[in-house]
């Protein structure tokens, strides 16, 4: 454990370090590349707005990016689970904060970490920073001062502040908590809270809970001192307001026919006694973290009737302020909020509550490998990749911030701005955090045919340690431990297979003799089938073959012919699949796009095209996107009349001939498949006009490939695959050279194409194994 640590410590500070250091940059958002742009951009055109925004100061919105800047402010005094650890040292929290304010909500960042810890002067310095942002993200400030800092800014500034330490985690379990006590039939007014912890984000819970309806007399609360009680002298004026009479009150007696436990404390304070002794329908909130105040395991073994959230994402109901913020946010900028008041955030709180008893998206379900969430005990509030968390609390928040008169700005088309918001981010930025999400509720057994390589090794690691899959390394077992020690990877528990070894010579010759029957009219004879099985990539394709792995990953070091033609020989292809296809995954700014074929077929007749997308349209449909089809060419619906044409109009008529009801269109150029106006202007006929194109064939393997190079290394797409289409199981080659990442990525992919493909293989058997128990204790 001590060395799986470690790997954890190296990975995080080489993600932060590799490349550009740090996670954040600034990109012009306008062209900067002639003299004339540049002359626009600064001197002399930059006077122009100057001028105007010297005339009339609102303009600064029109003008400059002020209205979508949040600045992510912090001292450093209370970071994390670290305390205070500085300014410096809290900084890549600070830009951590930042990346998800853009992937959650298309809100930029500007980390600010201030070297002062004496409140009014931190207040001065913020105060001056206001001409700069469009609001204000408190982060990580202790308490008492953050409450301080944050009241005095939201009063002297004249643009939404929030200390999402205080009021996120408050809106978050504030949702949650409606919903538990409608399930558990209990009302707000009535119901008895135990509160454990008083620091700034259980003081903002209580007074959120106060603001749905909850009274002060129901509450007992705790904090390092013991129960707050009036006899106490160290009580702030909102503490005050909770304390009780009696000063002899524990945690163990406070719970006694308790309606709800809220923990932000420490963990492990509450036993199941205590859980036991809780009024029928108990509500248990458990939010420290690491470790929760009680188990998840502990307090649903207590009581059958219980309500359990806590702040982890490997348990139902997580208590996560990444629900929250970026969405608050966006919403109170987007009317240019002078503030985000208590209106504002009890809309949060109902939006995200009435949002969890809407029926769960399939891509949902997808992510979190469900086969259908619905409200209910252990689903009490969206998760966190749930698509329709941007379009249903930013315009409750906007809406409450008119309503409430804080709004300067006032939105007239309620859809129109819904649509907007849903433009903002695409799904491509959620694609890898869902397929990694449902590969880990599911992990399966990866065959690594080239364990004997650093990269692969390192993959094949964080693949385990991270619950996507359980790996089995392929290679010799000394070379292997070497680059293990040398690269400190703990890879115990993981099994070492060498082919060639004299250990395997029982399983290779099973594997021969079974390769042999499968081949034996086809070139090989019995002796050159056993032998053959040493050969890594043979041998791996075999266990997937015959269930003793669910997938297999190779290529990295292979030609890729090479590593295709085993599986081809030994797993085959799919029931009607003639040839199998290759396809790649580019993560753009346009959204998703997945190309076709990049990697295997040359020159593809029109029968071909029209199978290789009508498995790209399959395979596109288990990342949860309708496919919208365009046939690629120099020419535009017979514009040209060359055999290369009239091969695309073919596959075409073909593909809608066994699909009518495929959305694709072609022969048409790349650059007509997105751009909308000119295609609608002029070929209004075409089945893809007001359609986002998000699958393109090519007419031939150089189309292909050269199309996904150029844009992956000149365009800046995130690359993932090749993904071979059309085999029976799942194997998948890697692109010579892949990164640790781009393997890691494929783990994901394969485990998610083993989850369709391999369900009969899988089971109790599989659950029963002790490579499974481990990685299940690993994950928790």
């Not at 188990?295 to 702040?311: S, V």
Request: glycine share 6%; proline share 5%.
């Amino acid at each position: 454990m001590d060395k799986q640590k470690e790997l954890r410590r190296q990975q995080a500070l080489e993600y932060h370090a590799n490349g550009r250091p740090g996670k954040i940059e600034v990109i012009p958002t306008k062209e900067a590349k002639t003299q004339r742009d540049l002359a626009l951009a600064y001197s002399p055109g930059v006077a122009e707005p100057c001028k105007e925004i010297f005339n009339n100061k609102e303009d600064v919105y029109k003008y400059t990016s002020k209205g979508n800047l949040v600045g992510v402010i912090s001292n450093g005094t209370a970071v994390l689970g670290l305390g205070d650890i500085g300014p410096e040292a809290g900084k890549p929290v600070m830009e951590g904060k930042g990346v998800l304010f853009k992937i959650f909500a298309d809100i930029d960042v500007f980390d600010i970490e201030i070297n002062e810890k004496d409140p009014v002067k931190f207040v001065e310095i913020v105060k001056s920073l206001e001409p700069t942002f469009g609001g204000i993200n408190l982060e990580d400030i202790k308490a008492p001062e953050c409450f301080y800092i944050e009241k005095a800014l939201r009063e002297q500034l004249n643009i939404p502040v929030m200390h999402d330490d205080q009021h996120g985690t408050a809106i978050i379990s504030g949702a949650a908590l409606l919903n538990a006590l409608e399930i558990q039939k209990k009302k707000i007014e009535k119901a008895k809270f135990v509160i454990n912890g008083a620091g700034a984000a259980a003081m903002a819970c209580v007074q959120i809970y106060i603001s749905l309806g909850a009274r002060y007399e129901n509450f007992t609360m705790f904090d390092k001192d013991g129960v707050l009680h009036a006899e106490r002298n160290d009580l702030d004026e909102i503490k005050q307001k909770f304390a009780i009479k009696r000063p002899d009150i524990t945690l163990d007696k406070a719970m006694k026919d308790a309606d709800v436990f809220v923990g932000l404390s420490v963990g492990n304070v509450v036993t199941p006694e205590m859980i036991k002794s809780m009024a029928k329908n108990p509500i248990v909130f458990a939010m420290a973290n690491p470790e929760p105040e009680i188990t998840y395991e502990a307090a649903t073994a207590a009581r059958k009737d219980i309500i359990m959230a806590t702040g982890r994402s490997d348990y139902p109901n997580m208590v996560n302020n990444v629900l929250g913020f970026p969405f608050i946010f966006r919403g109170a900028l987007d009317v240019r909020a002078k503030e985000i008041n208590e209106a504002m955030k009890l809309a949060a709180v109902k939006a995200l509550a009435d949002l969890a008893k809407t029926p769960v998206p399939d891509i949902v379900n997808l992510a979190y490998n469900q086969k259908s969430m619905s409200f209910g005990p252990e689903y009490i509030i969206p998760k966190p990749l749930d698509p329709r968390l941007l379009a249903t609390v930013s315009p409750a928040v906007a809406q409450a911030a008119i309503s409430s008169g804080v709004a300067q700005k006032v939105i007239e088309d309620w859809d129109a701005y819904t649509v907007e918001l849903n433009k903002r981010l695409g799904l491509d930025n959620q694609i890898m955090r869902i397929l990694g999400t449902k590969a880990r509720r599911d992990p399966k057994r990866i065959v690594f045919a080239e364990a004997d390589n650093q990269k692969i090794l390192k993959a094949a690691s964080i693949v385990y340690d991270e619950g996507i899959g359980f790996p089995i390394l392929l290679g010799e077992e000394a070379r292997i431990r070497a680059i293990a020690e040398e690269n400190n990877l703990d890879i115990s528990d993981l099994p070492i297979i060498d082919t060639r070894s004299d250990a395997s010579e029982a399983k290779r010759n099973e594997y021969g003799e079974i390769f042999f029957k499968k081949r034996q009219r086809k070139g090989f004879n019995i002796y050159e089938s056993k032998k053959i099985m040493k050969d890594r990539n043979h041998y791996g394709c075999m266990m997937v073959e015959m269930g003793d792995a669910e997938a297999m990953i190779s290529g990295l070091t292979r030609n890729y012919a090479e590593a295709i033609r085993p599986a081809l020989q030994i797993i085959g292809t799919d029931e009607g699949v003639k040839k199998i296809a290759g396809m790649y995954l580019l993560l753009t700014k346009k959204g998703p796009l997945f190309l076709a074929d990049t990697t295997v077929n040359f020159n593809p007749t029109a029968e071909e095209l029209a199978d290789i997308a009508l498995l790209v349209a399959k395979e596109v449909r288990t990342f949860n996107f309708t496919p919208r089809i365009a046939m690629l060419s120099y020419s535009n619906f017979g514009s040209n009349n060359s055999p290369e044409a009239h091969l695309m109009a073919e596959a075409t008529r073909i593909l809608r001939q066994r699909n009518p009801s495929l959305v694709v269109d072609g022969e048409m150029q790349a650059s007509l498949a997105f751009d909308k106006k000119v295609l609608k202007d002029n070929y209004p006929f075409s089945e893809l006009v007001d359609e986002d194109v998000n699958t393109l064939i090519f007419p031939n393997l150089s189309a292909g490939n050269i199309a996904y190079n150029l844009l992956k290394e000149v365009g800046g797409a995130d690359a993932i695959g090749p993904i071979l289409l059309g085999l029976k199981k799942p194997v998948h080659v890697l692109q010579l050279g892949s990164s640790v990442r781009s393997i890691i990525n494929m783990a994901n992919i394969a485990v998610v194409d083993a989850q369709l493909k391999c369900k009969a293989d899988t089971g109790e058997q599989i659950q029963r194994s002790p490579w499974w128990k481990s990685l299940k204790n690993r994950k928790k």
